[in-house]
Structures are given as structure tokens and as C-alpha cells.
């Protein structure tokens, strides 16, 4: 794909049906860059309901050509798709920190985990398995396959704009599928670079197509079309539960990836080191916008203070910058409206009673003033009835709550409305095994932050922040596939 047009800023187009085309009316939209807010990224097409239609036309078009291609051949397209990845990936990764912020080693971290999903999700689209069972009838073979859907749905997220769209696409594609794919307004870019690998590596017209726009306009009008089989989402989960509601009229399938207050338990016989470094990484990696980042550390009274005080020390050593220039541990937040929400809730903390005792306030200067800059912030005296206990930030923001014994730790961990991710830090193995059966969240673990994840193995939450079949692992196929049950006489 070629940008058009001679301007500083270049524009784009929507991919439909193998052809890069502007939305029907010609409507457009800027892209800002966060750590330079006078610099516009470039200009892209602000679709339409009509062009929601053509692009859902062409995928429901394209799905039984797609559909009858041996596993085998879709596979070597991807394959293809995968190497101009990693061939690509300085390319890739340099858009992806111009719209998103994030730092050198972080981009380039995204890039890593997009190759790894996609090369496991490719296998398990050559081995998805039915099975063969004994029938109770005499003379009766009886068996199941999984089938393809149709054109499906992917609605993905500004925080990891070029990993998620892999982790849903590859297996939707695999599995016989079409899709519409639909990047967040705030990296429009990441998601048309992705598009690009997929059109230059010879994916049939229409397999896969992609529509930029307001997520009200196009995501309504992709969830509430009966063309589309199956809606796979990550946002928030306001967005989630209208996603759901929308598709419900359809009984469409989803599968919602949605937020998280995600709590590490440090208990007495922790390793500090090892304590103090997840929670600083996991709250401040991507200016604390992972869906998995820390945002509550619940600790053991007896060694919150010195746990506190290493914590405060590691985030006021944090190096914050454009993430462009080396060095630099912190990038900006992802826009606008995202640093008015954090510094709204920084606001709320405090007026509430909970003690701020670093950051918790825009970062200003020569290197700054120009971006949406927030210093790492670290809250004390955090009771958990607190909105900023509760509510999900998705920022640089970590409170500290001190309980008295384990007991507490884990109501407090579990009094959320989420159920996404948490952790545990211990040496003592019953309370290790106690708190993976206690917590109510999709994705634990012990000695380990957590933002801890790996492609072999299920991704999603439970409460309010997901719902359906997991993504990524084995089930990530599952979602984009329907069971068939046969049974054939034979004699």
C-alpha cells in the first residue's frame, strides 16, 4: 500500500476486496502522534455504513473459494505473510510507536509475540482436529469435523494494534474463514501495514478486508449485520457488553477480550527483588496500558513499607520520553482523551484520601509539552472501596493496598468487578496453590507478573472483563469454527 498525496501527512484508504479504496463520501480523519500532538501521522478514510456493507459483501463473496482451499495452501499463504513480517519488522515497528508511544524494546516486544501467535495459530489451523467415537448402533461409523462460519468480525485495540489483530485473524483465516478487520481510530495505521503483509503475500481478494472509522458508526454496523457469523472484540468493557448486546439480536457468537484491575499479592516470605520488579514493570510497560498491567499491589502489612519505598524508587528511576530515543523505560499515553481519563482519576484518588507519593501529574518541559506525558504514579493508603481500587485506570497508576493477612489478600484481590489477570508472590507453596484456586480471574500465576502470557495457551477473563471461548492457544481456533456431528450406515 502506497500512501497518496505529496502533504507531510500521508493518507490511506480502506483494503476491500484486494483494492485500496477511500470511503464512499470521501470523509477523512487525522491521526495524531502522542508523544507530538502537532505532528499528524497521516489522513484516513472515515467509513460509512455503506462502506461497512461493501466490505462485508466482499468477505461473504470470497468465503466458499476460501472455504474449499485445502488447509495446507491457506497455511503456505500465511506462511508467506508471517516471513514479510519479520522481514518487515523494523518498518512495522516504527509505525506502531508513531501512533502508539511505545518505546524501542516494547514495540519491538509486540512485533515478537505477533510472530509467535501467528506461527502457532498457522500449525493449528493444519491439525484442527475432529473425532471419531464408537456409535451404539451396529454397522454405524459416527464422527465430527469443525467448519468455518463465514465472514467474521475483528474489532481490535489501540494498546496492542498489531498483536491482537494476528491473534484473532490467523486463526479466523485458518480455519476457512473471511474477515472484516477493524483497528482502533487511534492506530489506523498498524492495522493497514498488517493488511498490507496479507495483500502482498497473495490472500485472495476479499479474505480479508479493512475499514477505518468512529467504532459507533462502523462497529455497530459490523456486530448488527446478519452476514457476519461471529464477532471477536478487545476494548473495554463497556464496549464489550453493547458488542454483546448488539449481536445477541443475531445470535452471534463473541468472544470479548475486555479490561482488567489486575492485583499482584506480595505475602511476607516474598523475594523482594523479584516483587518489586513485576510491579514496576507491569505498571508502568506501555505507560500502563497492557490490559494485564498491575494496577493494585496488595501487600502483607509487615513489609508494605520497605516493599513501597522500592517501588517508589523504581518508578521515579524510569526514564520518560518519546519512545523513538534510546533509553527511554516509559512512552506516552495513547492520546488525548486517554490522559484527561488518567489524570481524572489521579484526581479522584486524592480528593478521596489515598496518599500520592511520586507522579500523579502531566510531565511538562521542552520534552514534553508538546505530548501526553504522565509521570509514573504510586498511591498509599489505598482502601479498597476506593475508585481507584476499583475502576480500571489503564494508565501509569499503582495503588498500594496493605492487608493483615492472606485471608484479606484475596478478598480484596477478588472484590473487583473484573477477572482478568493476578498474581501471587511467595515462597510458601499451600498459599501458592490456595490462591490459584481462590482467585477469580482467567489468568494467574505465581512468582511471575501479571502480564505473564505465552501463545500455546488460552487468553481471556472472566466477570467483566471476558467473555466466550478464549482467544490465542487451542481455542482460539475453536471460536471461528462450528461442530458438525455425522453418522453414516454403512451396512
Not at 216 to 227: A, C, K, M, Y
Not at 265 to 294: F, H, I, M, P, R
Not at 325 to 343: A, H, K, R, S, T
Not at 399 to 420: K, P
Amino acid at each position: 500500500m502506497t500512501p497518496s498525496g505529496a502533504s507531510a501527512a500521508p493518507s490511506f484508504k480502506n483494503y476491500i476486496k484486494g483494492e485500496w479504496v477511500a470511503a464512499g463520501d470521501g470523509r477523512t480523519f487525522e491521526q495524531r502522534n502522542p508523544a507530538r500532538l502537532s505532528q499528524v501521522t497521516g489522513t484516513f478514510a472515515l467509513s460509512s455504513r455503506d462502506d461497512v456493507d461493501r466490505a462485508i459483501g466482499a468477505a461473504q463473496e470470497a468465503f466458499p473459494a476460501w472455504r474449499a482451499t485445502p488447509p495446507a495452501n491457506r497455511a503456505e499463504i500465511l506462511k508467506k505473510t508471517l516471513a514479510a513480517m519479520i522481514a518487515r519488522k523494523e518498518e512495522l515497528a516504527g509505525v506502531l510507536t508513531l501512533e502508539n508511544g511505545k518505546t524501542t524494546a516494547e514495540f519491538h516486544a509486540e512485533i515478537d509475540a505477533a510472530i509467535k501467535e501467528m506461527d502457532f495459530q498457522i500449525s493449528e489451523g493444519i491439525r484442527m482436529y475432529g473425532q471419531t467415537v464408537p456409535s451404539g448402533i451396529a454397522g454405524v461409523f459416527a464422527y465430527s469435523v469443525r467448519e468455518p462460519l463465514g465472514a467474521v468480525a475483528i474489532i481490535s485495540p489501540w494498546n496492542f494494534p498489531f498483536n491482537v489483530p494476528g491473534r484473532k485473524c490467523t486463526p479466523a483465516l485458518m480455519a476457512g474463514n473471511t474477515c472484516v478487520l477493524k483497528p482502533a481510530s487511534l492506530t489506523p495505521q498498524t492495522g493497514l501495514r498488517f493488511a498490507e503483509l496479507f495483500h502482498d503475500a497473495g490472500l485472495p481478494p476479499g479474505v480479508l478486508n479493512l475499514i477505518t472509522g468512529a467504532g459507533r458508526e462502523v462497529g455497530d454496523s459490523l456486530v448488527t449485520d446478519p452476514r457476519i457469523k461471529a464477532v471477536s472484540f478487545t476494548g473495554s468493557s463497556e464496549g464489550g457488553k453493547t458488542i454483546q448486546k448488539a449481536a445477541a439480536a443475531n445470535l452471534t457468537p463473541t468472544q470479548l477480550e475486555m479490561g482488567g484491575k489486575n492485583a499482584l499479592v506480595v505475602l511476607e516470605d516474598a523475594d523482594l527483588d523479584e516483587a518489586v520488579n513485576a510491579a514496576v514493570k507491569a505498571a508502568y510497560a506501555c505507560a500502563g496500558q497492557w490490559c494485564t498491567s498491575t494496577s493494585r499491589a496488595i501487600v502483607l502489612k509487615e513489609i508494605a513499607p520497605e516493599f513501597t519505598e522500592r517501588v517508589v524508587a523504581g518508578a521515579e528511576a524510569l526514564r520518560i520520553g518519546p519512545g523513538v530515543v534510546d533509553g527511554v523505560d516509559m512512552g506516552p499515553v495513547c492520546g488525548e482523551v486517554q490522559l484527561g481519563n488518567i489524570l481524572g482519576y489521579i484526581e479522584k484518588g486524592k480528593q478521596e484520601g489515598a496518599h500520592l507519593v511520586t507522579g500523579g501529574h502531566r510531565l511538562t518541559g521542552p520534552e514534553y509539552d508538546d505530548g501526553c506525558f504522565v509521570a509514573p504514579t504510586v498511591f498509599v493508603d489505598v482502601r479498597p472501596d476506593m475508585t481507584i481500587a476499583r475502576e480500571e485506570i489503564f494508565g501509569p497508576v499503582l495503588s498500594i493496598i496493605v492487608v493483615h493477612d492472606f485471608d484479606e489478600a484475596v478478598e480484596v484481590a477478588n472484590g473487583v468487578r473484573y477477572g482478568l489477570s493476578s498474581s501471587v508472590y511467595t515462597n510458601d507453596l499451600s498459599r501458592a496453590l490456595a490462591f490459584m484456586e481462590r482467585t477469580e480471574v482467567g489468568l494467574t500465576h505465581v512468582n511471575l507478573m501479571t502480564a505473564s502470557k505465552e501463545p500455546q495457551l488460552p487468553f481471556g477473563g472472566i466477570k467483566d472483563s471476558g467473555y466466550g471461548i478464549p482467544e490465542a492457544g487451542k481455542t482460539g481456533i475453536e471460536f471461528f469454527t462450528r461442530h458438525k456431528v455425522a453418522y453414516i450406515k454403512y451396512q
